[in-house]
């Protein structure tokens, strides 16, 4: 394919891939499609509609104003003429990351990342120390660069057909509206339009460390100053003295030397992404070929190591003004194994240059390693305000002294601004990430349960918020001063106590609410639904015996399981068996309820045929204790599969069933949850029937949005139905077909249920994830008919919230279950000024039934700080959380606007935040450098993922229901299942030590790093993917497959085999702790390289081009740097 089409189809790193011909391939739950070829999940990565180049902003784009910046501190700033050098000599070229003894602590400071920059046009050959023969003179290096068109954004040639070049209108609000601007538009990377890549030429020793700066200082003193520097300028640097041996170096150039003009244009060191061979102004005869350059990278740089100076980066342009690279087919950056052929359309043979080495852009890995390292071994311990946590990939222990932990609540940001103007400016979104019922670690004490006997727990007079840490108590204890609304409240007289000479109460360390951040109090009979106590939940368990279910296995299958699960049903810490009554329903076109009373020799089985009129044939014997029941349960889950054994019955019916279970709790008057087997599309005669209206053709169009949408409203009423009643649907799908789940999927998510899906279900190879995701299921914690409000001090309150549940008013979510892996996403605005000293508080309270039939109330308190510097905020943000609130913004978003509004809205809101910083945070320097927050470098990789992701840029071969599973399942994950979801775990297995418990460290996800004689594990929390390379050792393939050699290795296995070899064990017992981490039971796929699996593989190597035409990350990189300087310009 040549570089000069104009189809994004992005050719991945490795050899043009072939399209997915004619094989079955598992979807997300791993469906054969037959017809359509399936990936498991499509690309991560999806189609980049052209990236469309922003003509210059029309009506104001408004920088944001620079009111409340920082002075950087942290030693003088550089002056603009003064150069910086590197703190490493030539001999220890780093490239990219800093060997761990220098880099283990978070860098405070700026850090320039200078992937490499062009020479100024002056002579100084003294210090290009050139790999192949030199170019003829100084005079020839200028003129080279002359003819590149550096500043000029104008194009001078036509653009690539069929690229829209919309003019931005102007910057959209911070978050909570999309509009479409032109600022968030994609350029087209053709060599015609925008600065020519000049900027990149990377030829530079070495990145990560140039300031001079020691590593080695702690993260968090002083503002920081600006980190990773990605310097693209084309003047922008300056040889230092020869002496010391370093080799061009890209700071703010001298006084002496020019400054060309490109310094305000948004010179981007694009790329030529597209473009077409007559838009090429920057035919540039290259100097000659370097012969050295196409070796294997050695230490990042392609080539041999270099000598002293390894500062000539050569410069040969490819055709498209773009530098072309060694390693492969991307058509200007990388490729996979290092000689494959390059795709641009070269007149000649010389081996194009390097590209912008990825090993100097942050790196992901490298974050969570210094992470780990740094905060992994002490205590996190939450006595004081506003502490940013361990990351969620770092294992910690969490010592609860006053705030929550982080394993219930993590915000975006720490240390909140003080007034809304300053919130405006960073469009930093202030969001906490909820998790009220998280499980802890063993080693951690799960919340004390408070009991104040009948007056209930202690309140505020006037917001009602519930006793908490931040509490002040007044006048010898006998008031309290309300820490959120102020207000004094009296103490009852069975709470009173006295202060001691600090003003603390001295029963403080003896009372949970006084002195920890989360607790849970016994709720009274004022909280309950009636002012009445409830009574225990109910289990219905409601089997689909259509023909396909029947067929398949799937009845007897759950029918089997079931006898032995109902054992294992939650109940109360000491109970000695669970207080969870079960029934037990079956339906195709009709339904049939089931008599299991203790005192029948034989279940008895009721038909309703009337579906329009849903009514429950029987109240006695329908809802069971398992203990009494068994021998009848046992016997029916024995029969169920024989009575069905002939069925002929096709259709199903959906929206009753989910009635039957609703009016079967109602009648029973208690909470509870169904549990709904389902295969097809509803289509037989019954309310809520459903009509097949899956149409591909409507993707990239405005209409897209309705996939996303019910097809009816009336799941939405049936829904706020179940809600009312404490009714929550889990819902395991079975699709061998379109199933709708956009509409199915109704109930499950306004019930705070959940959806399963195992599409192409075959028992061989999806009984184990199913059983698996059963068990975990029934069993896991789980609270009914529950209420959550949250909270917070004068200043700030909650305006927008995300996740499964319903909410009726805009204060209360209300949730007929919440389980402990649901997670409900709280937004934040300002309605108030925050002061420095108070700081801001949230408290989220749940008032929910457990599993026992208690009523309680779970509270979970949180200080942070405020400041008036923006500073401040930049250097308490937390990536992680961030990214889980922009995806779940953004996949909300696609229900009301188009996908490609979206995508925009979101890569304009972070250039924004980026631009904010670098404009008031980052010591002065080049335009032609990046400059992002130590705490932020990973915004742009990790924001990349999240555009490619199925719901927002699909591949071909990714179904509707596919994007619908998933926009609903990342709408209530947590933020380390986001973390791995959209940037997956990648470990090289043959690295695995099996003597020890420690892991491989793991590497990045392109397909560069991936060696033909190493076999990886992949993870992101559904898949597990086990890569064997075709040059793996036999006797490697023999220890974990006990097959002799490659070719015999099954890519069907569903488990690996258990042999007795310490190889074995060792790789199963990753994967086994991997399952554990996950709510989900992954699914294992082994993948043979060159296979035709492989392409689904490589849809989840995200730093990587994606099929569908996402980004590579140094491409998405440099466009990021461009709207960057769009908005500062």
Not at 311 to 323: A, E, I, T
Request: glycine share 8%.
């Amino acid at each position: 394919m040549s570089v000069n089409q104009q189809a994004h189809t992005g050719l991945p790193y490795g050899q043009p891939q072939p399209g997915y011909q004619g094989y079955q391939q598992p979807g997300y739950g791993g469906q054969q499609m037959t017809g359509v070829h399936h990936s498991q999940y499509g690309a991560y990565n999806g189609p980049m509609p052209g990236y469309q180049q922003p003509a210059p902003p029309q009506g104001p784009l408004r920088a944001p104003p620079t009111s409340g910046a920082s002075p950087p501190t942290s030693g003088a700033p550089v002056p603009a003429g003064q150069p910086v050098y590197s703190q490493f000599g030539q001999g220890d070229v780093q490239n990219g990351i800093a060997t761990p003894a220098v880099q283990m602590q978070r860098p405070f400071a700026s850090q320039p990342f200078i992937p490499g920059t062009a020479p100024t046009p002056v002579s100084q050959p003294a210090t290009f120390q050139q790999y192949g023969p030199p170019p003829t003179s100084a005079q020839q290096l200028t003129n080279h660069m002359a003819r590149m068109q550096i500043g000029s954004v104008s194009t001078s040639a036509p653009p690539p057909a069929g690229l829209g070049y919309g003019p931005p209108t102007s910057v959209p609000p911070a978050s909570g509206s999309f509009t479409a601007t032109g600022s968030g538009l994609y350029t087209s990377y053709s060599s015609s339009q925008g600065p020519s890549p000049v900027n990149m030429t990377h030829g530079l020793p070495s990145t990560s460390l140039s300031q001079g700066l020691s590593l080695a200082q702690p993260s968090f003193s002083g503002p920081p100053l600006s980190a990773q520097h990605l310097p693209t300028q084309a003047s922008g640097f300056v040889p230092p003295p020869s002496s010391t041996g370093i080799g061009p170096s890209s700071y703010p150039p001298t006084t002496g030397a020019p400054r060309p003009s490109t310094m305000q244009g948004p010179s981007l060191p694009v790329q030529a992404f597209t473009g077409l061979p007559t838009s090429q102004p920057n035919h540039v005869s290259s100097p000659p070929p370097h012969p050295a350059m196409s070796g294997p990278p050695v230490t990042g740089l392609q080539g041999p190591p270099p000598p002293t100076h390894p500062s000539q980066s050569g410069y040969q342009m490819q055709q498209n003004g773009s530098f072309g690279q060694v390693r492969g087919p991307q058509p200007n950056y990388g490729g996979a194994y290092p000689g494959t052929p390059n795709y641009g359309s070269q007149p000649g043979p010389p081996p194009p240059p390097k590209r912008l080495d990825p090993d100097s852009i942050p790196s992901p890995i490298q974050v969570i390693e210094d992470d780990r390292n740094n905060r992994g071994s002490e205590p996190f311990i939450t006595g004081v305000r506003g502490q940013v946590p361990p990351l969620v990939t770092t294992n910690f222990l969490v010592k609860d002294q006053g705030n929550t932990s982080p394993r219930y609540i993590r915000c975006t940001s720490y240390n909140i601004p003080c007034t809304s103007d300053m919130a405006k400016q960073s469009q930093v979104p202030l969001a906490a990430v909820i998790k009220p019922l998280a499980t802890l670690p063993t080693d951690e004490t799960p919340p004390y349960l408070v009991d104040h006997g009948e007056p209930g727990p202690i309140r505020c007079n006037r917001c009602k918020a519930y006793m908490c840490p931040f509490m002040q108590f007044i006048e010898g204890g006998r008031r309290f001063q309300c820490c959120f609304c102020s207000c004094v409240t009296e103490v009852p007289p069975h709470y009173f106590q006295h202060l001691d000479h600090t003003g603390k109460r001295v029963d403080f360390y003896d009372r949970p609410e006084l002195s920890l951040g989360s607790y849970e109090f016994l709720a009274t009979v004022s909280y309950c639904k009636n002012n009445k106590f409830p009574n225990p939940p109910a289990f219905i368990f409601m089997i689909d015996v259509s023909y396909n279910a029947v067929k398949s296995g799937l009845v007897r299958l759950i029918c089997e399981e079931l006898k032995s699960l109902l054992d294992y049903l939650p109940r109360e810490g000491n109970m000695e068996e669970s207080a969870i009554r079960v029934g037990f329903v079956t339906y195709n076109k009709v339904l049939h309820f089931y008599n299991v009373k203790s005192s029948l020799a034989q279940p008895q089985m009721m038909v309703v045929s009337d579906v329009a009129d849903m009514f429950v044939p029987l109240l006695d014997g329908f809802l069971v204790n398992v203990n009494e029941s068994r021998t009848v349960i046992v016997s029916l889950l024995d029969q169920i599969p024989e009575m069905f054994a002939d069925t002929r019955e096709t259709e199903t019916v959906f929206a009753p069933v989910i009635q039957a279970g609703m009016e079967a709790l109602k009648a029973a008057e208690c909470a509870g949850k169904l549990f709904i087997f389902h295969t097809s599309l509803p289509i037989a005669e019954a309310p809520g029937k459903l009509k097949n209206r899956d149409d591909r053709k409507l993707i990239n169009t405005d209409k897209e949005k309705t996939l996303f949408q019910p097809q009816t409203n009336f799941y939405n009423n049936l829904a706020k139905d179940c809600v009312a009643q404490g009714c929550c649907v889990d819902l395991f799908l079975f699709p061998n077909q379109y199933l709708d789940v956009a509409t199915l999927g109704v109930v499950p998510y306004q019930t705070g249920g959940s959806i399963y899906k195992y599409a192409y279900f075959q028992l061989e190879t999806d009984q184990e994830r199913f059983l698996n995701d059963l068990r975990k299921d029934v069993q896991k914690e789980v609270g009914f008919d529950a209420v959550m409000r949250v909270r917070t001090s004068t200043g700030i309150r909650a305006t927008d919230f995300f996740g499964a549940f319903y909410m009726s008013n805009t204060t209360d979510v209300e949730l007929a279950g919440l389980d402990c892996d649901k997670t409900i996403t709280v937004e934040f605005r300002h309605d108030d000024k925050l002061s420095e000293d108070s700081g801001a508080l949230l408290q989220c309270a749940l008032l929910y039934t457990s599993c026992a039939g208690q009523r309680r109330l779970r509270i979970h308190n949180l200080s942070l700080n405020c400041c008036t510097q923006l500073a401040d905020l930049y250097r308490n943000c937390e990536t992680d959380t961030l990214i889980n609130y922009l995806a779940k913004f953004a996949y909300r978003g696609v229900l009301n606007n188009p996908v490609k509004i979206v995508r925009d809205t979101l890569i304009n809101q972070c250039a924004q935040i980026l631009a904010c910083y670098r404009k008031n945070c980052a010591s002065p320097s080049s335009a032609g450098q990046l400059i992002l927050p130590e705490c932020m470098k990973l915004l742009p990789v990790y924001l990349n993922c999240v555009l490619k992701s199925d719901v927002l840029q699909p591949g071909a071969e990714v179904t509707t229901d596919d994007r619908a599973y998933i926009r609903q399942l990342v709408s209530s994950m947590d933020v380390a299942e986001t973390n791995v979801f959209f940037y997956p775990r990648l470990l090289p297995l043959t690295k695995v030590d099996v003597d020890s418990d420690t892991l491989p460290a793991a590497i990045r996800n392109s397909e560069e790093r991936l060696s033909k004689g190493d076999m990886y594990l992949l993870e992101n929390g559904l898949n597990v993917f086990v890569w064997v390379g075709v040059n793996v050792q036999q006797g490697l393939i023999q220890n974990l497959f006990g097959v002799s050699s490659f070719s015999h290795i099954s890519s069907t296995l569903s488990t690996l085999p258990v042999l007795e070899n310490p190889f074995s064990k060792r790789v199963r017992s990753i994967i086994d702790l991997f399952q554990a981490q996950r709510s989900r039971y992954m699914k294992l796929i082994i993948v043979k390289q060159e296979d035709k699996l492989e392409m689904l593989f490589k849809h989840f190597l995200v730093e990587d081009k994606s099929m569908s035409g996402g980004a590579s990350y140094v491409d998405f990189l440099c466009h990021m740097h461009k709207e960057i300087r769009q908005l500062l310009s």
